[in-house]
């Protein structure tokens, strides 16, 4: 297992190094300019105060952009951070397993001396150790940034909120290996799964001002991420649950598919 593992960080080394570069000046440029609008918050904080419902519930739920707390939300961990880090995760879930059978490499690792299951927890490993690095990254630039501007929240909490993201993409990423472990081909589980993530930031973000999208809501991860509460020290930490059994269960579906599956 450990050689694939190696062997699949070795391939996406390139894009996993632009990958970061590009989440640390995005971070970095999105955080800079705090100093600039600070002195003038209260001014700006009224301006916002009559934007829609529906706005604001898409924006983090809060119109206050401009305290440290409100200004890290919604720059940051509300939409950029899952947003950027999404379409990585979803990508590689597509392709770890998708892009092998599509370009017929697939033969040629399974006829090496090693079980499905261990292909597969290996393309999974690197898959999620990519996803990590990228996000360590992205936090070290939030964090340092921060301190920077100086923004007033803490490391730890800072630290929470892009754990909480962390898992909440990389449930993304399950979603879409299982996706390509079952036999869709990568452009199934490309649309399958980034209508989950998106559409369910849409109507996770709305059912706050539409009633009926409350119950269909909590099937989506994206209601269960919540930063502003994390850094608010109000999370109800029980949401992280609803992560680990999506990444847990689309784990066990992927191995029971994969192991099943006929990819002559």
């Given at each position: 297992m450990i050689p694939i593992v190696k062997w699949t960080l070795w391939q996406r080394r390139w894009s996993t190094v632009w990958w970061s570069i590009g989440m640390l000046f995005l971070i970095f440029f999105s955080m800079i300019f705090y100093p600039s609008f600070k002195n003038d918050a209260e001014q700006l904080q009224k301006s916002?105060?009559?934007l829609p419902d529906a706005a604001v519930q898409l924006f983090g739920g809060s119109t206050d952009f401009f305290s440290p707390v409100g200004f890290l939300n919604s720059q940051i961990f509300?939409?950029?951070?899952?947003?950027?880090?999404?379409?990585?995760?979803?990508?590689?879930?597509?392709?770890?397993i998708g892009k092998e059978v599509q370009n017929l490499t697939i033969e040629s690792l399974l006829a090496r001396p090693i079980s499905r299951s261990?292909?597969?927890?290996g393309k999974a490993t690197a898959g999620a150790l990519i996803l990590f690095g990228v996000t360590l990254i992205?936090?070290?630039?939030?964090?340092?940034?921060?301190?920077?501007?100086?923004?007033?929240?803490?490391?730890?909490?800072?630290?929470?909120?892009?754990?909480?993201?962390?898992?909440l993409v990389?449930?993304?990423g399950a979603i879409?290996?299982?996706?390509?472990?079952?036999?869709?081909?990568?452009?199934?589980?490309?649309g399958i799964t980034a209508f989950i993530a998106f559409g369910g930031y849409i109507i996770g973000s709305l059912a706050g001002t539409v009633d009926w999208l409350e119950i269909p809501s909590k099937i989506f991860p994206f209601t269960y991420y919540q930063p502003e509460a994390i850094l608010r020290e109000t999370f109800n930490w029980a949401n992280i649950m609803f992560?680990?059994?999506?990444?847990?269960?689309?784990?066990?579906?992927?191995?029971l598919s994969f192991r099943h599956r006929d990819i002559t």
């Open positions: 916002f105060e009559n509300f939409l950029t951070l899952p947003l950027i880090l999404s379409v990585l995760a979803i990508g590689m879930g597509c392709n770890l261990k292909l597969l927890l992205s936090l070290i630039t939030t964090v340092v940034t921060a301190k920077i501007v100086d923004l007033e929240v803490g490391i730890g909490l800072i630290s929470l909120a892009t754990l909480a993201c962390f898992l990389l449930s993304f879409a290996f299982m996706l390509s472990c079952y036999g869709k081909t990568r452009n199934a589980s490309l992560f680990i059994s999506v990444i847990i269960g689309c784990g066990l579906i992927s191995w």
